[in-house]
């Protein structure tokens, strides 16, 4: 798996879409990521979860047209606020939790200044946490080349790839904000609760 060339698949796919149909991608593609993240917080008694949940929460409500980015700045803190070091720890589980956290900023400040990059870097590194997560649990030999066909060939991979190609697709379509659309996407994305490993915080 080429994260590089998956940035720049991703980056040509999306270099027409408004300022508010990017930070809905990314908003939606970090969505899936969310229960990573908020098991990792219970398992590992670290930080906010409730904060964090809060910083997502509100970009919904900014790609349905409901607020301003104006008060994003106090989100980015608060994020920071809650991102783990990854050498405080000594579980995976940080991993996909700081791969969450950089999407999400990703997509908070897209919403405060529109960016294809930062849009192309939340769909991703949504894919590269996969490819973390099938090294770690049931690919630890392989190397190189091995590793990267093993891991575009999972089904985990490939399913994440279809829900990004589905998402894409949809904010594509739809031509301006409305909460009807926002709220279908965000069921789409939040999956039952069910991120982009499979779990789940049930």
Known sequence: MNTRTLYAQYSRQIELLAPWQLATLATAVTERA??????FSELAEFGHAADVRHCLNMLWDYTAGLQ???NFERLLERLDE???APEDFDMFGVEPALDFSAGLNCAINC??????????????????????FIKYTEAQELRGTELAQYTEEHELFEVQRRFISE??????????????????????SA????????ISLD
Do not use: Y
């Open 34 to 39: 969310w229960p990573n993240f908020a098991l």
């Open 68 to 70: 301003s980015a104006k």
């Open 82 to 84: 809650n991102t783990p």
């Open 111 to 132: 919403a405060m200044k529109a960016s294809i990059d930062e849009t192309a870097s939340a769909l991703t590194v949504s894919l590269s946490t996969i490819g973390k």
């Open 167 to 188: 998402l894409i697709s949809m904010v594509c379509q739809q031509k301006q904000p409305s909460k009807e659309f926002t709220k279908e996407l965000r069921l789409l």
């Open 191 to 198: 999956n039952d609760g069910v991120s982009q490993l499979g």
